[in-house]
């Protein structure tokens, strides 16, 4: 069962912008979950990119994403979104869903709970 499913990757250029989704499946009150989203790039580990409680008030962001990307939800839809602005190469990696019922602290500094699969960003110079 795929509890976590992102969607909205894709190819594109430099200082352009992409929205990623990921929606909770049903049956779980996703509102309680601190949600994010990590990426691997090619050849690197998996890190983490951004975060938001399940209060809808504590976010965090990697440094290099914080001024371009924005981290959102939508507790109507089971929905957590990833705005992605002024895209660059350096960002091309396979982007995932995560989500915790312990909150941020632990999405950010342990394993989260849940996982999506994955969609892939590829930005070109």
């Known amino acids: 069962q795929e509890h976590l499913v992102e969607s909205g990757g894709g190819s594109v250029q430099a200082g352009d912008s992409v929205r990623l989704s990921c929606t909770g499946s049903?049956?779980?009150?996703?509102?309680?979950?601190?949600m994010g989203w990590f990426r691997r790039a090619p050849g690197k580990d998996r890190e983490f990119v951004a975060g938001i409680n399940y209060n809808d008030k504590d976010i965090e962001y990697q440094d290099s994403v914080k001024g371009r990307f924005i981290i959102s939800r939508d507790d109507t839809k089971n929905t957590v979104f990833l705005q992605m602005n002024n895209l660059q190469p350096e960002d091309t990696a396979v982007y995932y869903c995560a989500a915790d019922i312990r909150g941020l602290w632990a999405l950010t500094s342990s394993l989260p709970d849940y996982w999506g699969q994955g969609t892939q960003v590829t930005v070109s110079s």
């Open positions: 049903e049956g779980r009150f996703w509102s309680n979950y601190a």
